[in-house]
């Protein structure tokens, strides 16, 4: 029953209500309250490894000058911080295997 081309929260939620017998608002639930957790450590500045998937890492872009492709104007791009994501070695050669 998964959403065509998007992994979602219900999605994941059923698929521990199918392989764990929780039940469907408790897998929600345990869904949400991960998700939650992830959420609280980054926003305090904590990157987030998840051993055999991947890290999600804060980085803190300083300013920098940018360019209007359209005009060339150039114009100061304000320091922010970004959130990027690595795979992990095992996630990226389940993906290279296709399973």
Known sequence: MRSVGTLTRAD????????????RADSLSMVEGILRHMC????EGE???ISGFGTFLLRDKTE???????TGVEVPITPRRVL????????????????
Do not use: Y
Not at 12 to 23: D, F, H, K, P, T
Not at 40 to 43: G, I, N, R
Not at 84 to 99: C, E, N, P, W, Y
């Open 12 to 23: 994941l939620a059923e698929s521990i209500n199918r392989r764990v017998g929780l039940s």
């Open 40 to 43: 609280e450590a980054l926003s």
């Open 47 to 49: 990157n987030v490894k």
């Open 64 to 70: 920098r000058v940018g360019r209007n492709p359209k």
């Open 84 to 99: 990027t994501f690595r795979a992990s070695q095992m996630l990226k050669d389940r993906i290279v295997a296709g399973k």
